[in-house]
T-cell receptor
Framework: AQSVAQPEDQVNVAEGNPLTVKCTYS??????LFWYVQYPNRGLQFLLK??????LVKGSYGFEAEFNKSQTSFHLKKPSALVGDSALYFC????????????FGTGTRLTVIP | DTEVTQTPKHLVMGMTNKKSLKCEQH?????MYWYKQKAKKPPELMFV???????INESVPSRFSPECPNSSLLNLHLHALQPEDSALYLC?????????????FGNGTRLTVT
């Protein structure tokens, strides 16, 4: 069975400071990992994905994420937060074989304080 | 702006009504999805169409009936819904139905069942 955990419902960070949104996963074999962002009353927007190769993945809007196989984590990071980054962030995992539905974490609401 | 277009944006319907949600993409994607999202929750997969054929039905009640008329269109027909079906219904597409293709989401239809 596959699952995704986002341990923090809410993350607050001051504008200009680095931000981290945490994600851990459980899946058989090597996973495909994704981050999505959702603004109010909008659909989800794809930010970045890890498929294979370099553990540090760079994505849209200056976001990046680091795949850590030993810790089964895929934390989302940004060096300097913007007020406009305030949104709901979802981590998602997909198995490479078998039933490979995309499973979403419960989401983390990021608030960047001016 | 999203490349997946959903109509209508908002829908209010009674429990005896019949209505349809529509989704359209012109990116040449070969997989299309319906998700249901309740407030402050992650999206839940309902249906997946792969090359215009229904490939996944996540045990969705028969009052929800999907249809894929062609590779660009996806409909969700609604009949005899319950108030607990009120939610944001998201359509998504991906280039291929395999695991590493990111999903592109529409902005959703906000459904209220009275």
């Amino acid at each position: 069975a596959q699952s995704v955990a986002q341990p923090e419902d809410q993350v607050n960070v001051a504008e200009g400071n680095p931000l981290t949104v945490k994600c851990t996963y459980s899946v058989s074999g090597n996973p495909y990992l994704f981050w999505y962002v959702q603004y109010p009353n909008r659909g989800l927007q794809f930010l970045l994905k890890y498929i294979t190769g370099d553990n540090l993945v760079k994505g849209s809007y200056g976001f990046e994420a680091e795949f850590n196989k030993s810790q089964t984590s895929f934390h989302l990071k940004k060096p300097s937060a913007l007020v406009g980054d305030s949104a709901l962030y979802f981590c998602a995992v997909r198995a490479r074989t078998g039933a490979n539905n995309l499973f979403f974490g419960t989401g983390t609401r990021l608030t960047v304080i001016p | 702006d999203t490349e997946v277009t959903q109509t209508p944006k908002h829908l209010v319907m009674g429990m005896t009504n019949k209505k349809s949600l529509k989704c359209e993409q012109h990116m040449g994607h070969r997989a299309m999805y319906w998700y249901k999202q309740k407030a402050k929750k992650p999206p839940e997969l309902m249906f997946v169409y792969s090359y215009e054929k229904l490939s996944i039905n996540e045990s969705v009640p028969s009052r929800f009936s999907p249809e894929c008329p062609n590779s660009s269109l996806l409909n969700l027909h609604l009949h005899a819904l319950q108030p607990e079906d009120s939610a944001l219904y998201l359509c998504a597409s991906s280039q291929e139905p395999d695991g590493n293709s990111p999903l592109h989401f529409g902005n959703g239809t906000r459904l209220t069942v009275t």
